[in-house]
Every structure is written in C-alpha cells, then in structure tokens.
C-alpha cells in the first residue's frame, strides 16, 4: 500500500471548503460594492465599458498587450521554435508591423466615431443588423472553437 501524507488527505478534504469560501467572499465583495453604489450618480455604459475616455495610451496600450496574450502562448511558442526554429519568430515580427499599420491608418479612422466594438460600427456604416448579428454569430463560433482547442 502507498504511504500518503496526512496533509494531503487534509488538503484534498479542505479543498472544496476553500473554493466555496472564495467564491463567498467574491460574491460577498460585490453585494458590498453594490449596496455602497445604492444612490450614487448612475454612469453610462461608455463610462463604465471606456472609463469616460480619460486614459492616456500606456494603461490602454497595457490592456491591449495582456488581453490579447494567454497562457497558450507562453507554453506554446518554445515548442514551435523547437519544432520549427527560429523562423517562427517572423510571426512576431509580421505581428508587430500589423499593430503599427493598425495604429497608423485604422484607429484614427475609427477612434472619432466613438463606437465601443466593431459590431457597433458595423451597424454605424452599413445601417444593416443583419450583417452585425451575422458577425457576432462569426465572433462567437471562433471564439468556440479557439476556446475548445485552448481545453484540448
């Protein structure tokens, strides 16, 4: 028989009591959150989803960086440079010349229209909801698909 340590078993008993008690203090944290916010001047969906528009470029620029990483990245480039070599760094780079024409020539065409997502603008420029819901529906199937091949 296999020995197994005492504080093994009392870490796997303790380890739903943990999450359940995490989980209690998240939601605790949001019914405070919303019961202090009872009263106070209501904000606007641009508000709360563009911060009002008053950040500066380095915390959008951030955001930006960490949203579109993952952890898929971090573990996978090392195997592809090994598998490939070094010429799967010119993804990087094609990445990188991508993000620049972006900055230059798209952003400020969209920017000044202040629409909060590409669906949003779809619907500004072609007036039609039909072409949006078909691109959400788009949105949602590759997000599907990215996710169950992120879980594979």
């Known amino acids: 028989m296999r020995y197994i340590p005492e504080v093994l078993v009392v870490a796997e008993v303790f380890k739903p009591v943990l999450k359940s008690e995490m989980l209690e203090m998240i939601l605790a944290i949001g019914i405070y959150y919303a019961i202090m916010d009872i009263g106070k001047q209501k904000t606007s969906p641009e508000d709360y989803f563009l911060a009002g528009g008053k ?6 620029m951030f955001s930006y960086i960490v949203t579109s990483q993952s ?9 592809e ?8 760094a010119f993804y990087g780079l094609s990445k990188f010349i991508t993000l620049l024409l972006t900055a230059y020539f798209i952003v400020p065409i969209i920017h000044p229209l202040k629409v909060t997502s590409i669906y949003e603008y779809l619907n500004l420029r072609y007036g039609d909801n039909v ?7 788009f949105g949602a199937v590759n997000q599907v698909f990215d996710m169950s091949t992120s879980l594979f």
């Open 55 to 60: 950040f500066e470029l380095p915390p959008v």
């Open 71 to 79: 952890s898929i990245l971090y573990l996978g480039y090392p195997a």
């Open 81 to 88: 440079v090994y598998i490939y070599g070094t010429m799967y």
């Open 131 to 137: 072409l949006r819901i078909l691109a959400m529906t």
